[in-house]
C-alpha cells in the first residue's frame, strides 16, 4: 500500500484543518488505519486510529472531541477532521496502515505516508 497524505498547513488556534490520506496498492479495506504525529524533539505519539469499516474508531486523549477520524473505502482515503486546533497540535502528521485494529503502537503499522506538516498558531 503506498499512501499520500495532504492537507496540513498554516492554521490559527482555535481553527480547523482536515488532513487527507490516499491510498493506492493492495486493497484498502484490507487494513485498519490511522494516524500518528511528531511535533519537533518530540517521539511519534499516536492520534487515532479506525477499522477497516469504519465503524470502530479510538482516539489519543489530547484529541478527543476535537478530532474525528473517517476513511471512504470506495475513494481508499482517510480523512482527519482537526477542530479547535491548539499551539500544541503543531506537527507533522502521517498516515499509516495495520492488520491490527484500533492499535496506538505504531510498531504494529506498517505502511506509512510521507506526513503533513501543521502548524498552528497563536
Known amino acids: 500500500v503506498q499512501l499520500q497524505a495532504s492537507g496540513g498547513g498554516l492554521v490559527q488556534a482555535g481553527g480547523s484543518l482536515r488532513l487527507s490520506c490516499g491510498a493506492s496498492?493492495?486493497?484498502?479495506?484490507?487494513?485498519?488505519v490511522g494516524w500518528f504525529r511528531q511535533a519537533p524533539g518530540k517521539e511519534r505519539e499516536f492520534v487515532a486510529a479506525i477499522n477497516w469499516s469504519g465503524y470502530n474508531t479510538r482516539y489519543a486523549d489530547s484529541v478527543k472531541g476535537r478530532f474525528v477520524i473517517s476513511r471512504d473505502n470506495a475513494k481508499n482515503t482517510l480523512y482527519l477532521q482537526m477542530n479547535s486546533l491548539k499551539p500544541e497540535d503543531t506537527a507533522v502528521y502521517y498516515c499509516?496502515?495495520?492488520?491490527?485494529?484500533?492499535?496506538?503502537?505504531?510498531?504494529?503499522?506498517?505502511?506509512w505516508g510521507q506526513g503533513t506538516l501543521v502548524t498552528v498558531s497563536s
Open positions: 499509516a496502515t495495520s492488520p491490527h485494529s484500533g492499535s496506538i503502537y505504531d510498531d504494529r503499522y506498517h505502511y
Open positions: 496498492g493492495r486493497l484498502f479495506t484490507n487494513y485498519a
